[in-house]
Nanobody, 113 residues
Framework: QVQLVQSGGGFVQPGGSLRLSCAVSGIIFNIYTMGWYRQAPGKQRELVAVITGGGATNYAYFAEGRFTLSRDNAKNTVYLQMNSLKPEDTAVYYC???????WGQGTQVTVSS
């Protein structure tokens, strides 16, 4: 059974930082591209960033230069470091193993003064 368990997130003021983690089990983690997505109220879910099994990354335009996606294949975990957060980054964030149907449970990130 594939499981993606997220941690991190919460409330932060504009300009602050948060780190999200996603621990994965039930798949051969190091061969999967992993992605982080987000969904703000009233909006569609959108891609934030993806990372291949080998560590190559690709970011959405709004994440470029502020967010860093990394993975530890020994720990079956992927991380999303978010810096210089803005109110428009407020959303529920989800991790996902590309090509699989399972998603993480979602983590609320709220950026507000």
């Amino acid at each position: 059974q594939v499981q993606l368990v997220q941690s991190g997130g919460g409330f932060v003021q504009p300009g602050g930082s948060l780190r999200l983690s996603c621990a994965v089990s039930g798949i051969i983690f190091n061969i999967y591209t992993m992605g982080w997505y987000r969904q703000a109220p009233g909006k569609q879910r959108e891609l934030v960033a993806v990372i291949t099994g080998g560590g190559a990354t690709n970011y959405a335009y709004f994440a470029e230069g502020r967010f860093t996606l990394s993975r530890d294949n020994a720990k079956n975990t992927v991380y999303l470091q978010m810096n210089s957060l803005k109110p428009e980054d407020t959303a529920v964030y989800y991790c996902h193993a590309e090509g699989r149907s399972t998603w993480g449970q979602g983590t609320q990130v709220t950026v507000s003064s």
